[in-house]
């Protein structure tokens, strides 16, 4: 009773209070799980800013907005040895954090997780009113103020030390009634008719409230009726109990909180409106006489047959043309005698046309009318229809299904209808019976040709490949080595077995070492006189006289298994019941295994299938093993994609393509298919080539599979080993080549005093350079992109370019590159920060410039390049330089040098220096 009346007190606070309890936790931990998304950067201390994001979870909404340290929120990045990184969200000094919440909800408490470090976050003034963290939780915890009302945001600013956050929950109390459907009936649609709606909610509805009817109500008062709400896969369908087909506009009522989920909102109270207008144009003929098409000769009338009774036709003239030029009026007439009949007559006709021609008639829509022409509801009249008849002396042309009928008949061999068939022999009639047979008898006859059992099986001595076909054409072949038969994709292993027909219509098979093939099974064990090596070693006919019949498999179209048979067979007895059992043998393509059991009928789908194909071939001993023969590709550097690549064999016997044997491929240096590859022969012997189309500068290979080729050795064939041939298109490398030397860090901007700030004319003549080691060298690929940004919005893009090479006019003996602009010089503003992304391998030493004009002529790895950078620069034309963490002299008294690596013998206030080996800052 306590638990009935405690139930009984929660509907009821439920329902008056319409309010639901809840939370949300943001996860910083997992960037790329937020919403939005932040895919974060890699290494230790990167950071990507995130102050322009507005974080969402449910209703609960977390913002940011920089304060007079323009470094805002970050997603920050933590490596520390060989553990793996860690992530989290970094409020950074006098940035404002706001927590909110919309759709009417009501802030309880926003919690820190125990692993954030709280740094100086505290509410700001303008809403000390709403609440403050506790002591109790050690100021991670934030909860309203009593009497402070419905608090829905509160800010908070972040004033001195970085605030670290891992995850943040916020507690909210939310209206129930807040789901929103769509429909699949759009608000103010016109349809032809309504019988259900389909209500999309934002989550899965697991409940309705039947004390509130939804109703669908008629601008004109006539219909007013509650529709049935059944839940259908969590969204709602509404059903009327019959079908509204009166023109008219309709409107759907629902009632808040009539669809609750199971978190216990509801939906908010809404309506959808929309308009039924029946199609009118639906009164269509049955039958026409003559059938349009090809004819000896038109009568001078055409009789339309309709489903109902007519009541009106139009007397509007109807126009007859014959090779698209008017011939000739005719008038739509009811039949006495008959109201479904409407007669079409020529005016001036008295006997039949018989002259040549193309004809054609055209019976406007709105020219024959049902029984009800008057009635606005009720009324049908006809769409347009056109009549078309040829008269010609021409040998008719096929039709498809004639084109269909003949093709089949040329499908001969094993596993289609045999010669003499039934079915054959009756759609071969068809084809050449003197009179063109209707397309409606031949697909009778087609349907039976596919259905035919009486098929054309292996013959008695020769040899052949057996073969497993999925619903996708996918082959699986019988391979047999060592006395086993198990399953592989390469047609080249594929074994050969020797057929013999038996007397009672069974088939038995044996290989070239006298063994004979059972029904297929991977069950070793189970059955006395059958195994997984789906072979023995003597004949026995029990098991080894197997039933081979046309596929077909119950629910699939006898088209898809057309050619292929079913094989059925005995397993053998069952060594526990001491029962014979039998099965049709299955393969799993997605396994590429054996799962035959006698619990299995015949299936045919793209994974598991019981339909085999036969291949002749020859008898083993006349083939000898796979072999090597040396081969050569050119060239093996091409030009580009248009190149023909040529693939030569050094055999002094005549080399071919083996056309059983498809799936050559090419690859890239990574292991990555490129494409499918078709090897075609040329004019020379033992030389093909094939096609690298599309391909960009890069290193590849074409993989051929085993068997590709044949080729005569000691007077036998043989089929090649697989060949793996690697080529390289374009001579000018490639910044994006694996391998290289990522070591290449020894950069200096041209002109920097290495302070924070910089001035705004920065990037009027932007340019890189060494400031020691200059025997290296300094090459840029121009293919790179060089981009500048707004340091705190990485999407604003301020310009691309790429660097060229440069001489500094006042030091040309320092190797340099300079930044050309691609688009358009960036508007610098000073007070603002930007970013210059520089990719990876965008610059490098001298190695690097040889790689990039002819990549043959030295290896990656001797390359070094930059790894990604990004730099970043603060403008203000007024503030002095300042560094975090250099040593202060002022004595002035060492040999000292700019950061560039010149000497000077006066240093200026303010700027950097390097003074026996540190970076030092004048202040004097």
């Known amino acids: 009773m306590k638990k009935l009346l405690f139930l009984l007190l929660s509907l009821i606070s439920l329902t008056a209070s319409a309010q639901i309890n809840d939370s949300r936790t943001i996860d910083f931990t997992n960037p790329t799980g937020l919403t939005p998304s932040v895919t974060p950067m890699h290494g230790n201390a990167q950071i990507v800013m995130v102050t322009d ?11 940011f907005k920089n304060g007079s340290v323009a470094t805002g929120a970050q997603i920050v990045t933590t490596k520390r040895g060989d553990n793996p990184e860690t992530y989290n969200l970094r409020i950074t000094s006098t940035t404002f954090f706001t927590v909110s919440v919309v759709d009417g909800a009501v802030l309880k408490s926003i919690q820190l997780s125990e692993d954030s470090f709280v740094g100086d976050l ?18 991670r915890t934030w909860v309203p103020a009593d009497g402070a009302g419905d608090v829905t945001n509160i800010t908070f600013i972040n004033s001195g030390s970085s605030t670290e956050i891992k995850k943040l929950t916020v507690e909210y109390v939310a209206k129930s009634d807040i789901l929103v459907a769509t429909t699949d009936i759009a608000d103010s649609k016109t349809i032809d008719s309504f019988t259900s709606m389909t209500l999309d909610f934002d989550s899965n509805i697991t409940t309705i409230d039947s004390s509130k009817p939804v109703m669908l109500t008629s601008a004109d008062g006539t219909v007013s009726k509650q529709l049935t709400a059944i839940i259908s896969d969590g969204n709602v369908v509404l059903k009327s109990d019959a079908t509204i087909e009166h023109d008219d506009t309709y409107t759907v009522s629902i009632a808040a909180n009539t669809f609750m989920d199971a978190m216990g909102y509801g939906n908010k109270q809404a309506s959808f409106s929309f308009k039924v207008l029946v199609p009118k144009n639906t009164f269509t003929y049955n039958t026409v006489t003559p059938a349009p098409g090809r004819v000896d000769e038109i009568t001078g009338e055409i009789t339309l047959a309709f489903p109902k009774a007519v009541g009106k036709v139009t007397d509007k003239a109807i126009i007859i043309n014959k090779d698209g030029e008017p011939l000739r009026q005719a008038k739509l007439s009811k039949v006495d005698g008959n109201d479904k009949l409407v007669s079409l007559k020529f005016d001036g006709v008295t006997s039949a046309i018989t002259e040549l021609g193309e004809y054609s008639i055209v019976i406007p829509e709105q020219s024959i009318f049902n029984a009800f022409p008057d009635d606005a509801q009720l009324v049908r009249y006809n769409p347009e229809i056109k009549l078309d008849y040829v008269i010609s002396n021409a040998p008719p042309e096929d039709s498809e299904t004639m084109k269909q009928a003949k093709q089949l008949l040329t499908v001969e061999g094993i596993g289609y209808p045999s010669a003499t068939s039934a079915a054959r022999t009756a759609l071969k009639a068809l084809v050449e019976a003197e009179t063109v047979p209707s397309d409606a008898d031949l697909r009778t006859a087609i349907a039976a040709f596919y259905a035919d059992a009486a098929v054309t099986l292996p013959t008695t001595d020769k040899w052949y490949k057996i073969y497993n076909v999925n619903a996708n054409g996918s082959k699986l072949y019988l391979e047999y080595a060592d006395g086993k038969v198990s399953i592989g994709s390469n047609a080249a292993k594929a074994g050969a077995f020797k057929a013999t027909q038996n007397a009672d219509g069974t088939m038995s098979f044996c290989t070239n070492d006298g063994k004979y093939l059972h029904v297929l099974t991977a069950m070793d064990g189970k059955y006395i006189g059958t195994s997984s090596s789906n072979v023995t070693s003597t004949y026995d006919a029990a098991v080894n006289n197997i039933t081979f019949a046309r596929a077909i498999v ?14 059925h067979g005995s397993l053998g007895t069952d060594v526990v019941m001491s029962t014979p059992a039998s099965a049709y043998a299955l393969v799993s393509h997605n396994a590429a295994s054996i799962v035959t059991s006698p619990e299995y009928s015949l299936v045919f789908t793209a994974n598991i299938s019981g339909a085999f194909g036969f291949a002749e071939t020859v008898k083993p001993e006349d083939v000898v093993p796979p072999v090597d023969l040396e081969c050569s590709i050119s060239p093996e550097v091409a030009d580009n994609d248009k190149t023909m690549m040529k693939l030569s064999f050094s055999s002094t016997s005549k080399v071919v393509l083996n056309n059983e ?76 080549t694996e391998g290289f030397d990522y070591s290449y860090n020894i950069l200096a901007r ?29 090459v840029a690929d121009p293919t790179k992109q060089v981009i500048i940004t707004d340091l705190f919005s990485a999407s604003s893009v301020k310009a691309t370019g790429h660097f060229e090479s440069y001489v500094i006019p006042e030091a040309p003996q320092y190797p340099a590159v300079r930044l050309v602009y691609d688009s358009y010089e960036p508007s610098i503003v000073s007070g603002s920060s930007y970013a210059v992304i520089i990719e990876k391998a965008t610059l490098g030493d001298n190695n690097f410039g040889k790689y990039l004009e002819d990549r043959t002529s030295v290896s990656p790895s001797e390359c070094k390049v930059n790894n990604k950078m990004v730099l970043q620069y603060h403008i203000d034309n007024y503030q002095a330089a300042a560094v975090e963490g250099v040593e202060v002299d002022s004595t002035g008294d060492e040999k000292v040098v700019d950061l560039l690596g010149r000497q000077v013998k006066t240093m200026k206030k303010g700027q950097l220096y390097i003074v026996k080996g540190k970076k030092v800052l004048y202040n004097d």
């Open 661 to 736: 044997v498809q799936g050559a491929y090419i690859k890239d240096e990574k292991g990555n298919k490129m494409g499918d590859v078709v090897l075609k022969t040329t004019a020379t012997d033992n030389v093909f080539e094939f096609s690298i189309v599309g391909l960009e500068n890069g290193s590849y290979s074409i993989v051929i599979p085993e068997g590709s080729f044949k080729a005569t050795v000691d007077g036998k064939v043989a089929l090649t080993k697989a060949i793996v041939k690697s080529f390289a298109v374009g001579k000018s490398g490639a910044g994006d």
């Open 122 to 139: 505290s509410v700001t003034s303008e809403d000390a009113a709403k609440g403050d963290f506790t002591e109790t939780s050690a100021y």
């Open 53 to 63: 994001k507005v974080f969402e979870s449910g209703p609960v909404r977390i913002s």
């Open 750 to 778: 041209w002109g920097d005093t290495g302070g924070i700030y910089v001035d705004d004319q920065v990037f009027v003549n932007y340019v890189l350079t060494l400031p020691y080691n200059w025997d290296k060298g300094l």
């Open 554 to 567: 119950n629910g699939v179209d006898n088209d898809k298994t057309f050619g292929l048979l079913s094989m």
